[in-house]
């Protein structure tokens, strides 16, 4: 193994605590007055130890605007994004240049910075987002298939988190100990199965159950219809699950636009709206309209009333790995408990999220019981997943291609709110689920089509611009739009989406991959 990958040793009493905590006041003043990009100041490095610089900062009282940022660029190092300048002719060979800029190697223990190390090496997605993300290194995995070591590397770094934590955080940063993001680590498993062979799967279902157990945490309390966390007991008995994030506070890495966000509902509790947003944070779609009450308005987020149907497919697809898994050992009679606990997810998935009208697995709303008739990219969840029956996938199938089905791939929703999780844009993590659920079931043509689509918006946007980016308007095809932050360049899933379709159509005999002309500016975007 390369020894970018070899694991250091970490202790175990160093600080974890958020930047919030550790800053106290100066983080609050600093964030408040937005004198710097949040996640930059979330991600500042302090030059000295913590009690010298608020010891220095109650000293010197600064209260300008100019005056803070100035004690800010004394005190702290600000991060800066991760780029690649690539000059590949094709999207292929760009890449495979990027990939030296995403892969990072294990970094030591920083002084009091909310960066977490990992023990073997992880991959960022691009842009502003400089540390690993749970949901993200799955799809960008995609492309790396001829790296093993990396494949394994993610497997370990997930189990560490596990062992570490009791869960994958949302992305290894302080900030980010209060929530997960939607649980893909038995894909990262199976895809090392695929490279390395079945036998590597025991290595890892300890953790696979410890965090099937994090996700099922309170299930055994609720005797009757209610919550705790990220569980919800229905009426008829039945267990789903719902997103969640165990604090109430404004996020560290969005502190100023969330405190500006409580300011205009002013009928609404502030904690209610902090932990709602944060818990459409855990689901990776931040933000959408299918959590708000109210169309396009964030504060009217309300995400842990939902149990949304690909979160429970995911749920449903790890009890049944896991099952398969313990079989493989010999372990029968826990192999038969997670066989039941997948079959009772099912069943209440079809009872509560099964929709007749929408022709496809809906949102369901637990606190009013009652569907949300949102049609989203989240249908095809249960095609990948293997929950849907065959009936119920063409009528899915039918609705993709009818509603969701664009110039550039699918469609996320059909509403458009600027919100970057609604149309027009597409993203490589739903056009995966839609191609691989569809081929699942038979869907062949449909599934070529989405893939074909999605390369040709890829490859317009590069051809113009040199880059792929973290999301596309599937509709004019050109870059994506909308959301808290510019469009980010790099970008982990849509090179490793992207790179395992044209593997993909290229084992289907197309002609894939073609010179870009020469770097302009996309102008009609």
């Not at 719902?242 to 506070?249: A, F, V």
């Not at 599934?447 to 999605?454: H, V």
């Amino acid at each position: 193994m390369e020894a970018a990958l070899i694991k250091f040793a970490k202790s175990n009493d160093e600080a974890e605590a958020g930047p919030s905590s550790v800053l106290g006041e100066l983080f609050a003043a600093v964030a408040v007055m937005d004198i710097v990009p949040a996640k930059d100041w979330a991600d500042a490095n302090p030059r000295r130890p913590v009690a010298e610089i608020v010891a220095a900062y109650r000293n010197e009282a600064p209260s300008s605007a100019t005056e803070l940022l100035g004690f800010v660029n004394t005190w702290f190092d600000l991060p800066g994004e991760v780029t690649a300048m690539c000059e590949g002719a094709t999207v292929e060979a760009h890449i495979e240049e990027t990939w030296a800029a995403l892969i990072r190697p294990p970094l030591p223990t920083r002084s009091a910075d909310s960066f977490l190390p990992l023990p073997y090496a992880s991959i960022a997605p691009g842009g502003r987002f400089r540390e690993c993300y749970y949901w993200d290194t799955y799809f960008t995995l995609l492309g790396l298939r001829d790296r093993p070591e990396i494949i394994l590397a993610a497997a370990n770094n997930c189990r560490w988190q596990i062992e570490r934590y009791g869960f994958v955080p949302n992305a290894n940063r302080t900030y980010y100990l209060t929530r997960s993001q939607p649980p893909l680590f038995f894909k990262i498993v199976e895809l090392l199965a695929s490279v390395a062979g079945e036998q590597v799967v025991p290595n890892y279902l300890p953790a696979l159950i410890q965090e099937h157990g994090f996700w099922m945490d309170g299930a055994a309390s609720l005797a009757a219809v209610g919550a705790h966390r990220r569980v919800v007991r229905l009426p008829n008995g039945a267990l789903l699950n719902r997103y969640w994030d165990d604090s109430d506070c404004p996020r560290e890495e969005a502190y100023h636009p969330d405190v500006e966000l409580a300011s205009v509902a002013p009928n609404r509790v502030n904690t209610d709206i902090h932990r709602e947003v944060r818990a459409a944070c855990e689901s990776g779609w931040d933000f959408s309209s299918r959590w708000l009450a109210r169309q396009g308005e964030l504060s009217s987020a309300i995400t842990s009333s939902i149990l949304p149907a690909d979160l429970n497919s995911m749920l449903y697809g790890l009890e049944v790995f896991i099952a398969a898994g313990l079989a493989r050992q010999g372990d029968t009679e826990r192999a038969a408990d997670y066989d039941a606990k997948a079959a009772a997810r099912r069943e209440a998935m079809c009872t509560y999220l099964w929709s007749e009208a929408l022709g496809a697995f809906d949102d369901f709303d637990w606190t009013e019981g009652q569907l949300r008739g949102a049609l989203s990219a989240a249908v095809t969840a249960p095609l990948f997943f293997g929950v849907s029956t065959p009936e119920q996938a063409r009528a899915t199938a039918t609705l993709v291609e009818s509603e969701l089905l664009a110039a550039g791939g699918i469609l996320t929703t059909i509403e458009q709110t600027g919100m970057q999780w609604d149309a027009p844009n597409g993203w490589a993590p739903m056009q995966w689920f839609a191609v691989e659920g569809l081929s699942r079931y038979g869907f062949i043509a449909l599934a070529d089509e989405i893939r074909k689509r999605w390369v040709r918006v890829v490859e317009q946007v590069f051809r113009h611009t040199g880059r792929l980016v973290e999301k596309y308007d599937v509709l004019t095809m050109c870059p994506g739009g909308g959301g808290e932050y510019a469009l980010q360049d790099g970008f982990g899933w849509t090179n490793g989406v992207t790179k395992a379709f044209y593997e993909a159509l290229r084992a289907k005999g197309a002609a894939v991959g073609e010179n870009r002309d020469a770097r302009t500016v996309f102008d009609v975007c």
